[in-house]
Structures are given as C-alpha cells and as structure tokens.
C-alpha cells in the first residue's frame, strides 16, 4: 500500500522556520521524483520545490527561491522541505507528490497534506 504521510506543519510567526517532512512506504523511493506543492485557500495547488532520484538537481517556484530548500534521504525514503523566512503569502496545506514514468506507465502519489500557517 503507498503511503506518503507529511508532518512538520504548524503556525509559525513571520519570518520564521519550519522543516516538513515527508515518509514514504509501499513503493520504491529511491526511482520517484519527488516534490512539494502547496494550495492555498481559493487558489490552485502549486508546485513548491521538486528534487531528481538521487538528489543532484533541485527546482523551486520563483516565489521561494532562496528562502526553501528540498532534500532527500533515499535510505530513509524521506523527503524534506526546510522553509526560513516564512511570509503570510506561504500560508497554505502543502503536499508531498512522488512522481515516476516507467514503460509509458505515470505513477503519481500523494500524500493527504499538513497544515502551514504564518501569522502574528
């Protein structure tokens, strides 16, 4: 059975850190592509960071560039989103997606989301 279950999330003031994690099981962890999307109330979900099966290429949204930062641990088949300098704009449940297209087959999962809100 696939499992991706986030934690981490929390209400944090501005400026601010949090660190989301993401714990995966039922699949092979390592061949997935994994990322980090959030959705904000009234707003389409939105791609926060993707990271590359072993790690050595990252991508983030424009609008987190610099402030958030994905990894990856294969051998705890765990994904990571560490977010400093947090603004009221990064209120939104966010959501972990493992992604893989094998012999024409796309598997995509994701996880059910944790909470992140930044407020005074």
């Known amino acids: 059975q696939v499992q991706l279950v986030e934690s981490g999330g929390g209400l944090v003031q501005p400026g601010g850190s949090l660190r989301l994690s993401c714990a995966a099981s039922?699949?092979?962890?390592?061949?997935?592509?994994m990322s980090w999307y959030r959705q904000a109330v009234g707003k389409e979900r939105e791609l926060v960071a993707a990271i590359t099966i072993a790690g050595g290429s990252t991508k983030y949204a424009d609008s987190v560039k610099g402030r958030f930062t994905i990894s990856r641990d294969n051998a705890k088949n765990a994904v990571y989103l560490q977010m400093n300098s947090l603004k009221a704009e990064d209120t939104a449940v966010y959501f972990c997606?493992?992604?893989?297209?094998?012999?024409?087959?796309?598997?995509?999962?994701w996880g059910q989301g944790t909470q992140v809100t930044v407020s005074s």
């Open positions: 997606n493992a992604r893989r297209v094998a012999d024409l087959t796309h598997y995509n999962y």
């Open positions: 039922g699949f092979t962890f390592s061949r997935y592509a």
